[in-house]
């Protein structure tokens, strides 16, 4: 199974975008993507690992890799597209 990490911070207005779009993807993606939210304020070691240098950032993991990435917010069928290359 793929994992998604969605790095964001609440003060962030481009995360607030992209925050219910991540949400209603999580349900569309059931079994075939794990979601997962990254605060880089209270998870900065871990931001530090992925050197991720803005937010949003979008790091598509397999097998605890990542195979991909994507910077800052975007439509939802931006999103959906890019996974589904993915999954293909």
């Not at 207005?13 to 880089?40: A, H, N, S, W």
């Amino acid at each position: 199974m793929l994992k998604l990490l969605d790095f964001y911070a609440d003060w962030c207005g481009p995360c607030k975008i992209m925050t219910p779009i991540f949400e209603e993807l999580e349900g569309d993606y059931t079994g075939k993507i794990e979601f997962q939210r990254v605060d880089v304020e209270s998870e900065s070691d871990l931001a530090s690992d992925f050197g991720i240098m803005s937010i949003p950032t979008f790091v598509l993991l397999k097998d605890e890799k990542e195979i991909d990435r994507k910077v800052g917010a975007m439509p939802k069928e931006m999103v959906k597209t890019w996974l589904d290359s993915h999954l293909s």
